[in-house]
């Protein structure tokens, strides 16, 4: 094997990373909620605040500073009615749950949900019913959370304690509603025509609020068919307004999995091939209705992503995955991708934030923090700023991936790379060593530095886990001086981040 090398150009910013592609999600489905953040029954009420909130959640999830949470599904909400979730608990109605075959109490909504994010100090992404909804629905639910006049709805936020406005942002226009689990499942055609109605009556009432629409997994022809319908520009020409599109992000979904560790590990390196693609219909669909790039050019919300085998966590059974040193490792290099692709994803919710698919587990007696947590902790707390270019010279892996076709379109390296370069100087290289025999000796360039730091998430073997009071997968730290040598060891199976200080 030749000796691989990373050579980082930290004076070369190729793009702005959003802090919004570390967001979260939180679903009403299997024990996200109800168990998760809201837990007013816990027979340990030192764990619960005076709200019914989970406080040991709270004190993991707000130190990473995690900007958005989204809200309430995911297939939940094709049956949601949120009017459900508003007013005294004691008369809210339960309802039939269909996508996950549940029955809902409406015991938490809204407005809990709004006081769940000021907790965390994030910001709430609502998705709207596209599939039981209506219009009428979606627009009474904007004028409840963000209206300021006079009017029935924003009265009756009022009514229920709350006078100032939510002031929320980010709306989705439904979800998945191409799958054929989807309550209401829709052709592109009339999702696209209902989506550009729904939008252009949305921005009416409200034209602060960022609108996203319903893709599939970037690249297909929904994506294709339903960009080049929907961005349509907001203003008239003949009347000289911009032509901003009434679209600003458009949605994608996808989940890697396996249990062959290189194929686990290589796999999302689909997304990002689906993010290049996707951007170029972006563009294309720009191009072809007259909308200027320049104006205003939607990015990609990846609003559902992670390692999940659901014959593994099955959905309707609450998809409680234990993950193991591998996931970790493939939830590093969905992390790295999402920063190699920053200059078109504009947000990205790791799918789940607590117990469904989640880096971090709930107790009756506390929390468990998953072998997947520590690659998010490191990204949510270090890569931020601009990503700088990096080049990385090493051998690649060559057997089966999954998808098959993943090789044929990205390269497979044993190491996985992105750099940034943060506000106050920092320049963080994450590397991902995704051989499982070696150890990877490495040449290292672009570093100028006296001193640095190292963080090391591995473990003894691949398959380990992490469980209540056995948390064999961590985050160790160490001191590093880049003048004592110009190489560095990648141990094998591990995530390495090296940061230093620019001179």
Request: overall charge negative; charged content about 20%; aromatic content about 10%.
């Amino acid at each position: 094997m030749a000796t691989p090398s990373i050579t980082v150009f930290p004076a070369r910013k190729v793009s702005r990373i959003n802090r919004n592609i570390y967001s979260g999600f939180t679903e009403h489905m299997g024990r996200c909620i109800y168990g998760g953040i809201y837990d007013p029954t816990n027979p340990n009420q030192d764990l619960v605040d005076a709200d019914g909130f989970r406080k040991d959640v709270i004190d993991a999830l707000k130190p990473l500073d995690i900007p958005v949470f989204r809200y309430p599904g995911g297939n939940f909400c094709a049956t949601y009615h949120w009017q459900d979730g508003v007013g005294p608990r004691d008369q809210r109605p339960s309802r039939p749950e269909l996508a996950w075959d549940n029955v809902e109490t409406n015991h938490f909504g809204t407005d809990e949900f709004m006081a769940w994010c000021r907790a965390v100090h994030a910001e709430p992404y609502l998705c709207l019913n596209f599939g039981t909804g209506t219009l009428d629905e979606a627009m009474a639910w904007v004028e409840y959370c963000n209206g300021t006049k006079d009017t029935y709805y924003a009265n009756l936020r009022r009514k229920n304690g709350h006078d100032e406005p939510y002031k929320v942002r980010y709306w989705a226009l439904g979800n998945e509603m191409w799958g054929s689990w989807q309550v209401n499942q829709m052709t592109q055609e009339a999702y696209a025509e209902r989506a550009l109605q729904w939008a252009k009556a949305l921005k009416l009432l409200d034209p602060t609020i960022q609108l996203v629409l319903c893709g599939k997994e970037g690249a297909t022809s929904w994506d294709y068919h339903t960009l080049k319908h929907c961005l349509q520009p907001a203003g008239r020409s003949d009347l000289g307004e911009d032509r901003v599109p009434l679209i600003d992000m458009h949605s994608i979904h996808l989940y890697t999995a396996s249990d062959e560790h290189y194929e686990n590990v290589t796999a999302p390196l689909a997304a990002e091939r689906s993010i290049e693609v996707c951007a170029g219909l972006i563009d294309l669909a720009l191009v072809e209705n007259g909308i200027p790039p320049a104006q205003k050019r939607p990015t990609i919300c990846f609003d559902e992503w992670n390692v999940w085998l659901p014959t593994r966590a099955v959905g309707s059974r609450g998809a409680e995955e234990t993950y193991t040193l591998s996931d970790a490792l493939a939830v590093a290099v969905w992390l790295n991708v999402l920063v190699r692709k920053s200059r078109d994803v504009g947000m990205a919710c790791i799918a789940q934030s607590v117990n469904v698919i989640s880096p971090l587990m709930t107790t009756e007696h506390g929390l468990v923090r998953q072998t997947t947590w520590w690659p998010y902790e490191l990204f949510c707390r270090f890569m931020k700023g601009h990503q700088v270019a990096v080049h990385v010279e090493c051998d690649a892996y060559a057997g089966p991936t999954k998808p098959g076709w993943v090789r044929a379109l990205k390269p497979t390296p044993w190491l996985d790379v992105s750099a940034t370069l943060d506000d106050d100087g920092w320049v963080n290289v994450c590397v991902v060593n995704i051989h499982a025999e070696h150890d990877l000796k490495t040449a290292l360039g672009g570093v100028e530095a006296s001193q640095g730091e190292v963080y090391t998430v591995t473990g003894p073997n691949l398959k380990v886990t992490n469980m209540a009071g056995k948390e064999e997968v961590g985050l160790q730290k160490s001191e590093w001086d880049p003048n004592k040598s110009s190489t560095f060891v990648f141990p094998k199976s591990s995530i390495t981040m090296l940061r230093w200080k620019t001179l």
